[in-house]
RNA sequence: GUCCCCAUCGUCUAGCCUGGCCUAGGACGCUGGCCUUUCAAGCCAGCAACACGGGUUCAAAUCCCGUUGGGGACGCCA
């Protein structure tokens, strides 16, 4: 059996989309999974359109997913020669044909057909004119059959059948001499080997006409799968108008790269009723066979969900690195920047079971890295009253002597507190809480107090006395 | 308009190929409960779908045909 390579061949219009990293996943995981290759092709020939800026956004993106590649970046730009050259030849063999049609003119005759109701594909003026030596400028376009169909065995969709007579003659080589898009996907697919084509569904009717080009060309024709596309909520094909579709966004939104990957794959492939994947594991059981036909509903919650599930299982130490950048987000880079990786560590794990995403995260870190605490004044006013202040002085007093100032005897010195006082939790940890944190919400108050050490507890608790004990109007 | 693809809970999906085990399973979300020092997390329960119509068959979510609906393509864009 032969190497399998396979092909991502985004076009660097725009950024990298969710629906460009779902396909550029399906291919790399096809990759692994037959240790084949996966080759990166920027498919930049609309000089127009595509720019600089938008290469390097494909490859952060695909770098902050981890999808590698094994070849490339290749840069269609960088081989017009190439083009040029399997393009002549097809005009040496008779199986191209000058075209002397301006683009105004096309574009006239095509709204005039579409307008008859008749189908609006190029009618063939120039097929049998034999121009030789184009005068001015002049596009090559490739002679189509006519008779007979096209069967395409389709990985994911299965047999498709088109007929030749729906298809017309399509440009390979523009008058600028540039190469159009099925001409050069096909010349690259053909010399760079590549044995799989997965992409998306909206290149299935180009298939029948890459086909033949193929087969002019001398060269073995690739096995096809065509993946659905991603819809937004209101089931049209992703945009800008859903939202955030840049994959980069989602990583300034607090995203892990394994929870994109995660949902991702679920978006249109299925393993029994299997949910979580842990990448080696992707690699493994990743198959065409179990890719879904039709189209998917893009849905952030569950996204969210797969996120919030990475963040409380993932390993802290990483996502303690993952979180420091976010703290800018939230005015307390330089407090962060101060804080050592074990302390962030401890955060991470108390923080993880309340933070969807690292945004969230961030956000919630607050009390713990403020040097001076914001007491929200609602919290105060309910839970911060004279009537509580003795009860809170003397609970810090007792921990003052508190020489081990860990989570275990924190909670056994307050729970004998409560005990001699005859005090139920409830009516202290509230109190409590909003001294350390200012919230009323927040992960367990010995938790808290371990993260926020002794001295910053206790000083805490004192402001918290004395906000108890001064007088309201 | 023409061609192509698709069709199971609101959404992602299992099941479909190889009909019976499906009074259709899981997940997200939603609702309720439990747990509980708050908020979460977790656990339990509930709501909720085979688009429609014909066939084939003893039997159809599963096979066939049609209808409807949705999507995509029809460019000197990719």
């Given at each position: 059996?032969?190497?399998?390579?396979?092909?991502?061949?985004?076009?660097?219009?725009?950024?990298?989309?969710?629906?460009?990293?779902?396909?550029?996943?399906?291919?790399?995981l096809?990759?692994?999974?037959?240790?084949?290759?996966?080759?990166?092709?920027?498919?930049?020939?609309?000089?127009d359109?595509?720019?600089?800026?938008?290469?390097?956004?494909?490859?952060?993106?695909?770098?902050?997913?981890?999808?590698?590649?094994?070849?490339?970046?290749?840069?269609?730009?960088?081989?017009?020669?190439?083009?040029?050259?399997?393009?002549?030849?097809?005009?040496?063999?008779?199986?191209?044909?000058?075209?002397l049609?301006?683009?105004?003119?096309?574009?006239?005759?095509?709204?005039?057909?579409?307008?008859?109701?008749?189908?609006?594909?190029?009618?063939?003026r120039?097929?049998?004119?034999?121009?030789?030596?184009?005068?001015?400028?002049?596009?090559l376009?490739?002679?189509?059959?006519?008779?007979?169909?096209?069967?395409?065995?389709?990985?994911?969709?299965?047999?498709?059948?088109?007929?030749?007579?729906?298809?017309?003659?399509?440009i390979?080589?523009?008058?600028n001499?540039?190469?159009?898009?099925?001409?050069?996907?096909?010349?690259?697919?053909?010399?760079?080997?590549?044995t799989?084509?997965?992409?998306?569904?909206?290149?299935?009717?180009?298939?029948?006409?890459?086909?033949?080009?193929?087969k002019?060309?001398?060269?073995?024709?690739?096995?096809?799968?065509?993946?659905?596309?991603?819809?937004?909520?209101?089931?049209a094909?992703?945009?800008?108008?859903?939202?955030?579709?840049?994959?980069?966004?989602?990583?300034?939104?607090?995203?892990?790269?394994?929870?994109?990957?995660?949902?991702?794959?679920?978006?249109?492939?299925?393993f029994?009723?299997?949910?979580?994947?842990?990448?080696?594991?992707?690699?493994?059981?990743f198959?065409?066979?179990?890719?879904?036909?039709?189209?998917?509903?893009?849905?952030?919650?569950?996204?969210?969900?797969?996120?919030?599930?990475?963040?409380?299982?993932?390993?802290?130490k990483r996502?303690?690195?993952?979180?420091?950048?976010?703290?800018?987000?939230?005015?307390?880079?330089?407090?962060?920047?101060?804080?050592?990786?074990?302390w962030?560590?401890?955060?991470?794990?108390?923080?993880?079971?309340?933070?969807?995403?690292?945004?969230?995260?961030?956000?919630?870190?607050?009390?713990?890295?403020?040097?001076?605490?914001?007491?929200e004044?609602?919290a105060?006013?309910?839970?911060?009253?004279?009537?509580?202040?003795?009860?809170?002085?003397?609970?810090?007093?007792?921990?003052?002597?508190?020489?081990?100032f860990?989570?275990?005897?924190?909670?056994?010195?307050?729970?004998?507190?409560?005990?001699e006082?005859?005090?139920?939790?409830?009516?202290?940890?509230?109190?409590?809480?909003?001294?350390?944190?200012?919230?009323?919400?927040?992960?367990?108050?010995?938790?808290?107090?371990?993260?926020?050490?002794?001295?910053?507890?206790?000083?805490?608790?004192?402001?918290?006395?004395?906000?108890?004990?001064?007088?309201?109007?």
């Amino acid at each position: 059996m032969a190497e399998v390579r396979v092909r991502f061949a985004p076009s660097p219009t725009g950024y990298l989309h969710i629906g460009g990293v779902r396909t550029a996943l399906f291919n790399w995981l096809f990759a692994r999974h037959a240790k084949g290759k996966l080759i990166l092709r920027i498919e930049d020939t609309d000089q127009d359109r595509s720019t600089d800026e938008a290469i390097q956004a494909i490859l952060d993106g695909m770098r902050w997913v981890g999808l590698d590649w094994d070849e490339g970046p290749f840069r269609q730009t960088e081989r017009m020669d190439l083009y040029r050259q399997q393009a002549l030849r097809l005009l040496e063999q008779q199986q191209a044909y000058w075209c002397l049609c301006t683009a105004e003119d096309l574009e006239a005759r095509r709204k005039e057909a579409m307008a008859k109701g008749l189908q609006p594909g190029y009618d063939g003026r120039c097929r049998e004119r034999g121009i030789t030596v184009p005068s001015g400028s002049a596009a090559l376009r490739f002679k189509a059959s006519r008779e007979g169909q096209i069967v395409v065995e389709d990985l994911i969709k299965g047999r498709v059948v088109f007929d030749n007579n729906v298809l017309d003659d399509l440009i390979i080589l523009r008058s600028n001499g540039y190469p159009t898009y099925n001409f050069s996907v096909v010349v690259d697919d053909a010399l760079m080997g590549i044995t799989h084509v997965i992409r998306g569904d909206d290149h299935l009717n180009n298939t029948p006409r890459q086909i033949p080009i193929f087969k002019a060309l001398g060269h073995a024709i690739p096995s096809f799968g065509h993946l659905s596309m991603i819809m937004g909520a209101d089931k049209a094909k992703l945009s800008k108008r859903h939202g955030a579709t840049s994959i980069l966004a989602y990583k300034d939104m607090g995203y892990l790269p394994e929870a994109m990957i995660n949902y991702l794959v679920r978006l249109g492939w299925s393993f029994g009723d299997q949910e979580i994947f842990a990448l080696a594991e992707l690699i493994e059981k990743f198959d065409l066979a179990h890719v879904q036909k039709s189209s998917a509903v893009f849905n952030p919650d569950k996204l969210l969900w797969m996120n919030a599930h990475y963040i409380q299982h993932g390993e802290p130490k990483r996502l303690a690195g993952l979180l420091r950048p976010f703290f800018g987000q939230v005015d307390l880079g330089e407090a962060a920047a101060k804080a050592s990786d074990v302390w962030m560590e401890k955060l991470v794990v108390t923080l993880r079971e309340r933070a969807k995403t690292l945004v969230e995260m961030a956000t919630a870190a607050v009390p713990y890295l403020q040097e001076e605490l914001t007491v929200e004044p609602a919290a105060a006013e309910k839970f911060l009253t004279p009537a509580i202040a003795p009860s809170l002085t003397k609970l810090t007093d007792r921990l003052e002597g508190v020489a081990d100032f860990s989570k275990a005897v924190l909670e056994e010195t307050f729970k004998n507190f409560l005990e001699e006082e005859g005090l139920k939790i409830g009516q202290l940890a509230q109190p409590v809480r909003v001294s350390l944190t200012g919230r009323t919400a927040s992960p367990g108050i010995f938790e808290v107090m371990d993260l926020l050490g002794r001295d910053r507890t206790l000083a805490r608790l004192r402001q918290g006395i004395a906000l108890a004990g001064r007088t309201r109007p």
